[in-house]
């Protein structure tokens, strides 16, 4: 599988440490392999340079020109409606999911306990009755009851050990034996 997030202006990427952690920016401009210059009108990120392996790379790239201004780079993002095609990415879902458990009181967190608990409680007891209906059909433990479709053969049969021979041991001494 190939590469296909590159820092390159234009790429919309979010910031990970500092000030600005969780905004969108536009990368307007590479000064080095460790900086860009990084812009975001539209989320109030001033025009800045910042290290790339600070930055999270979206999936977005929008047109516009090499070291555009920032009015430029507000018209591009506006017009790409960067704010609406992201908000429908797993990637927002899971952040807005994060920031509602991060805000949980000890009651919210409680509740939730007892949810977690009422479901398990459910599909345990689902998952022990279908488990019952797989072993009463002989599917899960030996040859399938008559009139039942057959388990597929192994493509590696296991070798049939011989017979257990008992192991006795010696020299044990009883209690009784040593007194």
């Known amino acids: 599988m190939t590469f296909t997030r590159f820092v390159e202006t234009g790429r919309v990427a979010k910031c990970a440490v500092g000030k600005y952690k969780g905004r969108l920016v536009a990368i307007v401009n590479v000064i080095d392999q460790n900086r860009v210059l990084i812009d975001g009108p539209t989320t109030k990120v001033p025009r800045q340079q910042y290290p790339v392996n600070h930055l999270h790379l979206t999936k977005f790239r929008v047109k516009f020109p090499f070291t555009a201004s920032t009015k430029v780079v507000r018209k591009a993002l506006e017009a790409f409606n960067l704010k609406e095609k992201f908000s429908s990415t797993r990637w927002q879902e899971r952040a807005r999911a994060k920031a ?49 479709k057959s388990l597929p053969k192994r493509r590696n049969p296991i070798p049939k050990k011989e017979g257990k021979k008992k192991r006795v041991r010696k020299n044990k001494k009883t209690p009784a034996a040593k007194k």
């Open 100 to 148: 509602k458990r991060c805000n949980l009181t000890d009651f919210d967190r409680f509740k939730l306990r007892l949810a977690r608990a009422e479901r398990n409680r459910l599909v345990n007891a689902q998952y022990k009755k279908m488990k019952k209906e797989v072993v009463n059909n002989g599917m899960l433990f030996g040859k399938p009851v008559k009139g039942t």
